[in-house]
């Protein structure tokens, strides 16, 4: 849809022809476009070897021949779609002119197909814009800034009053304070980003928290902008209020479980990690064994590393590990086992036995929950007998 967009809306392609109403629409005679429309060299067109009637789809012929054969009638109109060279059916806008005392008529094709495309994908466009503004439930609002920098509100749509906890009729009132509605611990954030603003013209993008009944918030996302000055030179304020409560309350939510997660990683015995299943190699939250039998602190690890287990392994053995565990998780396997060598904090190489077990997460997401095992002893002592 976006290319049919990019090209010029009214761009059609004229082509000019002679047709015999009495042979079958012959054409007689045709400029070079319409030579290059059908594929047929312009030659074989002036010997009558190409009709028109051919090209037309059935379903428009006999509309055509009424309407070029139509008595005292010296100028035609029609729409029609023809075959090009690659069979497919093309809609033209058609105009004619009948020769007098003759069965020839000169016709003038343009090719609209691409217009009627971009059309019907303007339409497509405009659903789903207002498809898309059906499901906003965010709030638009107008207010402005006071000299004592009271936040006084100009306009606030249904998604607004919702987020406050008002009416339209409420706020109506000339004096109607907006700040008064932000959670006292808020207003100073509020304030700041505001009296920014002022300063600098540069748009406020902050979240803060809105009383809506007593003892009840909501979470709101602000993105505000100076739109103009009152008479008395208070800037007014355009905004739009997206509702986050569902959002920070499953921040929180995730935010304890990890707290709970990372609390009892700390207390699990032997070096245990977890990842998810797109990224096996990454580490998302470890215990202490884990911390002290590689001898990384975790600093090294997540901020210097972010996480990936794979920086401390062996370059030839990263992907041959990843494809394991993907195939025995496309396998459907509850338990996956992998080894591999890891380089320690003391710069020497573990060879490790990577247990993992499938943890199905309430979200319809998987996590594996992994432990490590030296094994290095056990490979030497096979590596010395011979055996691989």
């Known amino acids: 849809m976006t290319e049919i967009l990019e090209e010029d809306f009214y761009d059609v392609e004229l082509m000019n022809l002679v047709v015999d109403k009495a042979d079958n629409l012959r054409v007689v005679d045709s400029d070079s476009h319409f030579s290059e ?6 030659s074989k067109i002036k010997e009558g070897k190409l009709y028109l009637h051919d090209i037309i789809k059935p379903a428009y012929r ?15 109109y029609f729409e029609a779609e023809l075959a090009d060279k690659n ?9 004619g002119h009948n020769y007098e005392d003759s069965t020839l008529c000169r016709l003038t094709l343009a090719d609209v197909s691409k217009s009627k495309k971009k059309q019907e994908a303007l339409r497509e466009q405009a659903k ?16 402005k800034v006071t000299d004592d920098m009271h936040i006084v ?8 009053c919702r987020l406050f906890g008002t009416s339209k009729s409420r706020y109506s009132r000339q004096d109607y304070r907006l700040d008064e509605l932000i959670h006292p611990e808020d207003r100073s954030l509020v304030y700041q980003a505001i009296g ?38 208070n800037p007014i304020f355009h905004a739009m209020l997206t509702d986050i409560t569902g959002v920070k309350e499953a921040e929180e939510k995730a935010d304890k479980m990890y707290d709970n997660l990372a609390e009892v990683f700390k207390n699990l015995p032997n070096a245990v990690f977890s990842t998810d299943t797109e990224n096996p190699l990454t580490l998302q939250i470890v215990s202490e064994d884990f911390i002290k039998f590689l001898g990384w602190s975790r600093e090294v690890l997540f901020e210097e590393h972010g996480g990936r287990l794979s920086d401390f392994m062996q370059e030839r053995e990263i992907k041959y590990v990843t494809a394991n565990i993907k195939k025995q998780l496309e396998e459907g396997k509850k ?5 591999y060598s890891i380089r320690s904090g003391k710069g020497n190489f573990l060879v490790v036995e990577d247990r993992r077990k499938i943890i199905d997460q309430d979200d319809g997401s998987k996590s594996m929950l992994c432990s490590l095992r030296n ?14």
Not at 335 to 339: F, N, R
Not at 375 to 388: C, E, P, S, V
Request: hydrophobic share 35%.
């Open 37 to 42: 429309f059908t594929g047929v060299h312009p």
């Open 375 to 388: 094994i290095t002893k056990k490979f030497q002592n096979k590596t010395a007998n011979g055996i691989d």
């Open 62 to 76: 006999e509309k055509i021949m009424q309407a070029l054969c139509k008595k005292d009638s010296p100028y035609v």
């Open 335 to 339: 338990e996956i086992l992998v080894t």
């Open 87 to 95: 069979d497919t059916d093309v809609l033209m806008h058609c105009t």
């Open 196 to 233: 920014k603003a002022m300063a600098t013209d540069e748009p406020v993008d902050l979240e803060f928290r809105t009383i809506v009944h007593t003892n009840e918030y909501r979470w709101c996302k602000v993105n505000a902008a100076i739109e103009s000055y009152d008479d008395d030179d």
């Open 128 to 143: 789903e814009m207002n498809y898309l503004i059906d499901l906003v439930t965010g709030g638009v609002c107008l207010f």
């Open 153 to 160: 509100v100009q306009y606030l749509n249904e998604g607004g």
